[in-house]
T-cell receptor, first 115, second 113 residues
Framework: GESVGLHLPTLSVQEGDNSIINCAYS??????FIWYKQESGKGPQFIID?????DKRQGQRVTVLLNKTVKHLSLQIAATQPGDSAVYFC??????????????FGTGTRLTIIP | DAGITQSPRHKVTETGTPVTLRCHQT?????MYWYRQDPGHGLRLIHY???????DKGEVSDGYSVSRSKTEDFLLTLESATSSQTSVYFC????????????FGDGTRLSIL
């Protein structure tokens, strides 16, 4: 899961298996959530998002689950591939007046796919 | 991704010098953001812009200023660089109102000696 420590949580998964990455968010007023993937030397890449009026959203090989009761978000990646190796982090958005919505980012989980 | 380019990609400079980082986007996005990324921290917002000449501070704005004279360009300036500003800087943009993702450039690695 997410951590504010100096060392990122790590998750190692065998190629072809499914992986689940967890994120605990902080603000019960958050109404929009995003998962990003960041490869070494690159910027964060948008994977999937979900609004707070939904519990689940599916994309290509990815599913995001939202549990507002316990303020928990998860990213499931199906049939992992070597290219899935990266740091994954969640972001939460607190809705506010038009124009100044800001995202709060977690520190990330490093996913390693074992061939 | 969203056609965001950052320049330079790498820079080494000395304490006390001014530094300007440039972000250029080709998507006509209204909102633009500057973040820094450091070990042990998530991305932290420095400044953001919600339109040409419209900017506001983020959570770590001290020592930084920004300008946006055109929709496509957002500049971040370190007035007098300090070693604590050694970091990787990311620019992002967003198309419209809330509940849309921000899209990021590939970053500028800045080292201040």
């Amino acid at each position: 899961g997410e951590s504010v420590g100096l060392h990122l949580p790590t998750l190692s998964v065998q190629e072809g298996d499914n992986s689940i990455i967890n994120c605990a968010y902080s603000n019960s007023a958050s109404d929009y959530f995003i998962w990003y993937k960041q490869e070494s030397g690159k910027g964060p890449q948008f994977i999937i998002d979900i609004r707070s009026n939904m519990d689940k959203r599916q994309g290509q090989r990815v599913t995001v689950l939202l549990n507002k009761t316990v303020k928990h978000l998860s990213l499931q990646i199906a049939a992992t591939q070597p290219g899935d190796s990266a740091v994954y982090f969640c972001a939460e958005n607190i809705g506010s007046n038009f124009g100044n919505e800001k995202l709060t980012f977690g520190t990330g989980t490093r996913l390693t796919i074992i061939p | 991704d969203a056609g965001i380019t950052q320049s330079p990609r790498h820079k080494v400079t000395e304490t006390g010098t001014p530094v300007t980082l440039r972000c250029h986007q080709t998507e006509n996005h209204r909102y633009m953001y500057w973040y820094r990324q450091d070990p042990g921290h998530g991305l932290r917002l420095i400044h953001y812009s919600y339109g040409v000449k419209d900017t506001d501070k983020g959570e770590v704005s001290d020592g930084y200023s920004v300008s946006r004279s055109k929709t496509e360009d957002f500049l971040l300036t370190l007035e007098s660089a300090t070693s604590s500003q050694t970091s990787v800087y990311f620019c992002a943009s967003r198309q419209g109102p809330s509940n849309q993702p921000q899209h990021f450039g590939d970053g500028t690695r800045l080292s201040i000696l």
